[in-house]
């Protein structure tokens, strides 16, 4: 009877150890995991996320709109969730790659009045893409070579002072938007035909000034610490910022004709493999202690629209963004015009405008 329960317990024992090998992976991928498409820089702020819900982050950087438009598009059941320009909100929508994010949780009590009810935020009654981050694009210019007032109108692209200074990123949307508002469009992408060709004159005037066209934000940069080129249209206040640390003599502005407003929101696609966790996820991203991060991330500075986050900013970095007050933000937003795709022309009618800017034609 003792060699029988003996063996039998030697027989247990060897099944078991058995079946823990033979499921030791299953155990060990039971942690969380999140998929997330995001623009380059937010990859800093994933390890607290990561550390305070147990959840592993898999993520994959892009360079511009049409850059996460291409990796969005030509995937699928593999992201949970997607930095959007608000841009590609509908476009993205129309294809059916959203859910709704109506009845998730999300807290935006203490964001800016305009960010609550941001309007590209939301399609028939529904949310499907909140705001986490903001910022302008108007000019950003080297203070030892252009002053505060000269850089108070896109005027100075065209002075002869700046020819052969003037450096721009590959990327239609912004440049274009900004050169149609020194035009007088208050509503940048939604000219008509006329005003579409006063625009590509514009292009034509500008590229005799112009440096260097560059294809990544590293060689804008590097450009303009370098001060190879003086003067960005388009230029966002982040670089400027990163330039300002750097110790070089660099600012932007908003000029009097207006600028460009770019925004980030976070959506979920409707083939999510971890839905809840992506919901979690954005949520976490909404709250201001995340708000404050994403705003100091060491890629780029932005604004974000929670306004406990600046309560929670160093005053060095208040200081630098130069408006954090809800009356400076409304302000700041009042002479800002949210970045969009064309309206009445094709996006194809537009980018050949670009093309031929960029051939000098």
Known sequence: MRRILI??????????????????????QKQPELNVLIWGGYETLLAPFEKQHG?????????????????????????????????????????????????????????????????????????????????????????????????????ILFDPKVKGRVGVWDWYLPIMGVLSRSLGNEHPYDINDAQFDALKGRLSELRPQVRAIAGSFPELMTALGNEDTWIVPGGAEWSALALKRQGKPFDWTIPKEGGVMWVDTLVLPNDAPHP??????????????????????????????????????????????????????????????????????????WQSAWEAFKAGK
């Open 55 to 155: 959840v592993k982050v898999n993520y994959k950087t892009f360079f511009g709109g049409d850059a996460m438009f291409a990796l969005f598009t030509q995937s699928r059941g593999v992201y949970d969730v997607v930095v959007v320009d608000p841009e590609y909100i509908r476009k993205l929508y129309d294809l059916g790659r959203l859910s709704p994010l109506d009845g998730a949780g999300l807290d935006t009590s203490s964001y800016f009045p305009y960010f609550k009810t941001f309007p590209l935020s939301s399609i028939d009654g529904k949310l499907y893409a909140p705001v986490v981050e903001f910022g302008s694009l108007g000019l950003v210019y080297n203070t030892a070579h252009i002053t505060e007032a000269e850089a108070g109108s896109y005027a």
């Open 276 to 349: 809840e966790t992506a919901k979690l996820f954005i949520k976490w991203m909404m709250a201001p202690e995340a708000q404050a991060a994403l705003s100091q991330k060491p890629a780029y500075s932005s604004y974000v629209p929670n306004e406990k986050a600046y309560e929670l900013m160093p005053s060095e970095h208040r200081k630098l963004l130069k408006w954090t007050t809800a009356a400076e933000i409304e302000a700041m937003v009042a002479k800002l015009a949210v970045r969009t795709l064309p309206v009445q022309q094709t996006e194809k009618t």
């Open 7 to 28: 063996s039998l317990l030697l027989v247990a024992v060897v099944f078991l150890g058995g079946f823990f090998a033979c499921h030791e992976g299953w155990f060990k």
